[in-house]
Structure formats: structure tokens, C-alpha cells
């Protein structure tokens, strides 16, 4: 079945972005004058940034360059990713921002933090340390006051204050970014036909590296399409549909692959996916206060320990509800955190009868052909194979 592309289609916009995330953020700057601040997670408060007249650009995954210089510094069992945004520092791509925004989400990215200021002095860094157990009594004060000691820093970097009015504002600027990207997934779960996972990362990243301004008229737009049926694509068998879990993604290659393979993917809770809008912020109250409720109340992902979510449980429930018979974790190799979710998560789903495929990914293998494409390939035909022994 052949797309039908109107000339000023959005999913196309996106993908252009998509395409150059990093180039986008530096014509944004060059056009606007505004500082860029990078940032390596989703648990980064980009309305802090905003504040601060910045423009926020989640750093991407490197694909297809090797991390030669950032090997000089990070031991072997690192993730890719972490090796890939030290490469970009260390090499110069990332030479135009303004600032790297970390979050101790995980043992890497605080090394990672630690190794940035020794090895690129040239670009400051600024840390948010997260509670790692959400619900003690005292996280919400400790929150609170590392908000406001990371929104200090940031605003003596871009040189504009981090003012309650200006937090008000930026906060109200991404609620309708993710308004409008809550309703992209809900038209994806609604429509009869299919947008190709490819096309959906691309509007994620469109949303994560634009001024608000620009990001949420790019979404709206394909939200619109897809409810209108505007955008049509291949459909695969809706039997063996799917979710994706897990953190980063390295590249668009993982969706590329279910796209070629034919495997609809309904849903995702990912880092640059759902998790970017899963957090609504509390309409009333301080502005730093309601940015600490939202990190507060979040799904905790794999890098926080919550005792009142079940991790297990609310992945059951996104699979169920996008009627996705199988969910597939493409995991980094050495990300801890992750791996540990593992048996937690596979139990809950096996019980649900959902099946999971563990992926492990390099970083730098191109994942539409060779071992990983073997692994996901075998896996639903395996399932498609049952299904006709099974008549």
C-alpha cells in the first residue's frame, strides 16, 4: 500500500527534524539568539530551561560513528549512550550549546556528569540530583530545594533568572506540547489504520529539541492527520501488535525494523516516547512546587525505587490497553538499571499471557540487518507460525 504524502505533511516535518536533531537546535539558536542547554534524560525538567530563556534539546543516541574519543575515558562497560554524548562533546558537535543538564538518574550518567567537567570544561554542567526513593518523608523538601539550586545555575549560565512568573509561563508552554502529544498517542490507539513507528519516534523528537512555539503546531498537526486518516500506511497484522519499553533507544533503527518486519507498534513507555508527557504538572500551586509533585509522581522507569507503583503492573496495563499481544524491551548493553527490571516485568506479563522479547543492543550495529534482525525476525514468525499450527 503506497503513503499518501500531502506537500506539507507533519510526519514528514518531523522526520526532517528527527533526521538532525542536533543541527535543528543549532538553526533555532542561530535564528532566535536564544541559549541551547542540553539534556541527557526525560527526568530533566526542560520548563527550568525555558525559564530561563533557553531552548531545551534532548541529546540524541549516536548512530553510526564509533565513540573512539570518549573510549579514553569511560571504561568498556558503559552504555553507548553515555559513550555517545561525551563523543559528541569531546569532538565538537555539541560546541554551540550553551550548557549540559544532567540528572543522577543512573550510575553512568553520574560518572558520565563527572567525567564532562574534566574532559569539556568549555561547556558548563549543571546536576539535578534526584531522591532515589520517591517516598520518603523527606523527598519532597530535598526535591525542592535542588529544583531551585539547579534553576540558579541555569539562569547564571543563560544570564535570564529563573522568576516564579517565567517558571509559570514555561510550564503552561510545555503542558501544551504534551497535551498535544498525549492526543498523537491516543489517535494512534483510535485509528483504524497505522502510522509506522519511524514516523511516531519522529514527532517524539520533534517535540524534544523545538521551542514550544514551534513543537506543539508540528504535533497538533500529525495528531489531526492521523485522526483524519490523512496519514495512511502499511498495516501489518494487527495479531501480533506490540509496545516497546525500555529507556533510550540508540537510534530510529529498532522502529525501522518493526516497520520492514510488519509488527504494528500500538504503545510505548519509553524515555523519548510517552515518558516525555506522562507527568502531568498540578494546575495550582508554586511552580517549583508543582514541578516537584510531577517528578514525584511520575512513573519511576527503572532508575527509581517507588514502593507505591508497581512497575510490573502498569506496563501489563499500557499493553492491554493498546491490545498489544507482545512487548519489546531493546535494551543498551551494560544498562543496569534496566536489566534488573527484567524478571520483575516478564513475570507480571507472562501471567497477563503477553509475551516480552529482551533485545540487546550495541549501539553501533545497524539493527534492520544482521544478528538483531535475526533475533526479532525469529521471534514473530515464530509467533505467526504458531498461530497457523494452532488453526
Given at each position: 500500500m503506497l503513503s499518501w504524502r500531502p506537500v506539507d505533511d507533519p510526519i514528514e516535518r518531523a522526520r526532517g527534524i528527527a533526521a538532525d536533531p542536533v543541527g535543528t537546535a543549532r538553526d533555532v539558536k542561530a535564528r532566535t539568539g536564544r541559549?541551547?542547554?542540553?539534556?541527557?534524560?526525560s527526568w530533566v525538567?526542560?520548563?527550568?530551561?525555558?525559564?530561563?530563556?533557553?531552548?531545551?534539546?534532548?541529546?540524541?543516541?549516536?548512530?553510526?560513528?564509533?565513540t573512539t574519543r570518549a573510549g579514553?575515558?569511560?571504561?568498556?562497560?558503559?552504555?553507548?549512550?553515555?559513550r555517545g554524548v561525551l563523543e559528541m562533546g569531546l569532538d565538537g558537535t555539541l560546541d554551540f550549546v550553551d550548557a549540559i543538564f544532567f540528572v543522577q538518574s543512573c550510575d553512568t550518567q553520574q560518572n558520565l556528569s563527572d567525567i564532562w567537567k574534566a574532559a569539556v570544561p568549555r561547556i558548563p554542567a549543571v546536576d539535578l540530583y534526584m531522591p532515589v526513593n520517591r517516598r520518603s518523608a523527606s523527598a519532597r523538601a530535598y526535591l525542592l530545594a535542588e529544583l531551585e539550586r539547579a534553576g540558579a545555575e541555569i539562569g547564571r549560565i543563560t544570564g535570564t533568572p529563573v522568576a516564579p512568573?517565567?517558571?509559570?509561563?514555561?510550564?503552561?508552554?510545555?503542558?501544551?506540547?504534551?497535551?498535544?502529544?498525549?492526543?498523537?498517542?491516543?489517535?494512534?490507539?483510535e485509528c483504524a489504520g497505522r502510522v509506522r513507528a519511524e514516523s511516531f519516534h519522529a514527532a517524539c523528537i520533534a517535540s524534544s529539541c523545538l521551542p514550544p512555539a514551534e513543537a506543539r503546531p508540528i504535533v497538533e498537526a500529525a495528531a489531526g492527520a492521523v485522526r483524519s486518516g490523512g496519514i495512511v500506511e502499511p498495516v501489518g497484522s494487527p495479531d501480533i501488535a506490540c509496545a516497546l519499553l525500555?529507556?533510550?533507544?540508540?537510534?530510529?533503527?529498532?522502529?525501522?525494523?518493526?516497520?520492514?518486519l510488519e509488527v504494528p507498534v500500538r504503545d510505548d513507555d519509553l524515555s523519548l516516547g510517552r515518558r516525555l508527557f506522562d507527568h502531568p504538572v498540578p494546575a495550582a500551586g508554586e511552580p517549583f512546587e508543582r514541578l516537584a509533585v510531577s517528578l514525584l509522581e511520575r512513573s519511576p522507569g527503572?532508575?527509581?525505587?517507588?514502593?507505591?507503583?508497581?512497575?510490573g503492573e502498569r506496563v501489563v496495563e499500557m499493553a492491554r490497553r493498546a491490545r498489544a499481544k507482545h512487548v519489546v524491551l531493546p535494551i543498551l548493553k551494560f544498562c543496569d538499571p534496566w536489566a534488573w527490571e527484567v524478571p520483575r516485568v516478564r513475570a507480571k506479563l507472562a501471567r497477563a499471557g503477553i509475551g516480552m522479547l529482551?533485545?540487546?543492543?550495541?549501539g553501533e550495529e545497524d539493527m534492520t540487518t544482521g544478528p538483531v534482525r535475526t533475533?526479532?525476525?525469529?521471534?514473530?514468525?515464530?509467533?505467526?507460525?504458531?498461530?497457523?499450527?494452532?488453526?
Open positions: 541559549p541551547v542547554v542540553g539534556m541527557v534524560s525538567p526542560d520548563a527550568i530551561v525555558l525559564a530561563a530563556g533557553g531552548i531545551p534539546l534532548r541529546l540524541p543516541a549516536v548512530s553510526g560513528r564509533r579514553a575515558h569511560f571504561q568498556s562497560s558503559s552504555c553507548h549512550y553515555a512568573g517565567a517558571l509559570d509561563a514555561a510550564l503552561e508552554e510545555r503542558a501544551g506540547v504534551e497535551g498535544a502529544m498525549a492526543d498523537l498517542y491516543e489517535a494512534r490507539l525500555g529507556s533510550v533507544i540508540p537510534f530510529p533503527g529498532m522502529f525501522r525494523l518493526l516497520d520492514v527503572a532508575t527509581k525505587h517507588d514502593e507505591g507503583m508497581d512497575r529482551l533485545v540487546e543492543i550495541g533475533r526479532v525476525e525469529a521471534y514473530f514468525e515464530m509467533d505467526r507460525v504458531g498461530d497457523l499450527f494452532d488453526a
